[in-house]
């Protein structure tokens, strides 16, 4: 073999090729130190690759404690009434569309642009302890998975249809690790009924306020921080509770601060609607729920959200009218914003943003925006200190 090989002289091409392998993964080695596949240390460094969520047909969630804490009133019947059926396809196909398309503009404007793979989201599962109809959706990776440097993250998600949540995006969490990302699920929930709290009672105020989770065991999820470099900005909420802030907080470590931010909102689910950093020291908050921030924000801009123009409250919406606070930057002056909202559209100009207006109303009924709808892989940048 070899013989014949030298005959022929390819024992060298042979030798050549090894040699352009070697080189070219030297070559790729280089190219990830210097930019890691994964890399995202704030909200707003030029976004370079990003996962959108993808609507596929889904189920109404059943209700239970983890809706009644969270969800809109409006929509409390349907949960009550429909729990566990596929949702109407005319109210997803918009959404669908809206979704869609906004990832076609993420990939127009340069951007690497990967969607989760699309699966029935209505088979049923359960543990030892429970049951559940089906999975909720894979339309929004912000609430269950973050990235920290060149680390992605699976949240333990409190709500049980959400149990899955993060296997869809398997296909691309296993390519990321592949190509050197680091890959973490924090520790599995159970679950189980001590995690809810029995007789639930709305708060009607923040000075009765209570949650709807217990400290059992620690799960939250992703979209309950918001990330400035080495500071890191949480809020206790129906699906993030102390125990869970805490995981996050000890498995960060040193090179990072996790502040616990107090915030105005009885029926808290995620921070993207309510404090949303944009740039350095520039922070967009939403005044009815942020009072007021600590003081290492004096030397920020602390912009406030102007009142909703639009109104998505008039039927079924898992969100409220300030999901136009949930913007994506795409770099931390160009900002994916709804095109509905002109009040918010003016603020940003007036603020020195460069809008870039979509609209995403009929998926703003499914519970997310801009922000909630993308997970932000790799932004060119490092990890800074903002304060
Ligand atoms: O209605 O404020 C916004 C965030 C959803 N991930 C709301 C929820």
Redesign the pocket.
């Known amino acids: 073999m070899l013989l014949e090989a030298l005959k022929n002289n390819e024992v060298q091409d042979i030798f050549l090729k090894e040699s352009e392998q070697i080189n070219r993964s030297i070559t790729l080695k280089t190219e990830n130190q210097l930019q890691p596949v994964v890399n995202s240390h704030n909200e707003w460094d030029p976004l370079e690759e990003v996962i959108v969520g993808r609507i596929d047909e889904m189920l109404i969630p059943e209700w239970s404690v983890c809706i009644e804490s969270t969800m809109p009133e409006i929509g409390w019947d349907l949960y009550k009434e429909k729990g566990g059926t596929l949702f109407p396809e005319e109210m997803l196909y918009k959404a669908k569309e809206e979704l869609d398309n906004f990832a076609n503009i993420l990939a127009g404007n340069g951007l690497t642009v990967v969607r989760p793979d699309s699966i029935q989201q209505n088979r049923p599962f359960s543990t030892p302890d429970w049951h559940a109809q089906g999975s909720l959706y894979s339309a ?1 990776p ?2 269950g998975l973050i990235v920290f440097g060149d680390e992605i993250i699976e949240a333990p998600m409190c709500w049980r249809n959400r149990y899955y949540e993060a296997f869809p995006f398997r296909t691309l969490l296993k390519d990321y690790f592949n190509r050197g990302a680091k890959w973490t699920a924090a520790p599995k929930p159970e679950l189980s009924d001590s995690l809810y709290v029995k007789d639930y009672q709305t708060p009607q105020s923040i000075e009765e306020m209570r949650y709807g989770i217990t400290e059992f065991e620690p799960v939250f999820d992703a ?1 309950d921080f918001a990330r400035c470099g080495r500071d890191i900005f949480a809020q206790q909420s129906n699906v993030t509770n102390e125990f869970g802030i805490e995981w996050l907080r000890r498995h960060l470590g040193s090179d990072y601060n996790v502040h616990v931010l107090e915030v105005n909102d009885t029926h808290p ?2 921070i ?3 404090f949303c950093p944009m740039a350095p020291g520039k922070v967009l908050v939403n005044p009815e729920r942020i009072k007021h921030l600590p003081a290492m924000f004096k030397n920020w801009e602390i912009l406030v959200a102007p009142e909703p123009t639009i109104d998505i409250s008039n039927s079924f919406t898992m ?2 009218n ?2 136009v606070a ?1 913007t994506l930057m795409l770099n931390e002056k160009q900002v994916f914003v709804e095109a509905e909202d002109m009040n918010m559209v003016r603020a940003l100009e007036s603020w020195g943003f460069e809008p870039i207006p979509v609209s995403l109303l009929n998926l703003n009924r499914l ?3 801009f922000h ?1 709808c993308t997970l932000d892989v790799r932004r060119k940048g490092t990890l800074e200190a903002y304060f």
Do not use: E, V, Y
């Open positions: 929004m912000r609430d979209a689910m995620h993207d609607a309510t969100c409220s300030w999901i949930n519970g997310g925006g909630c």
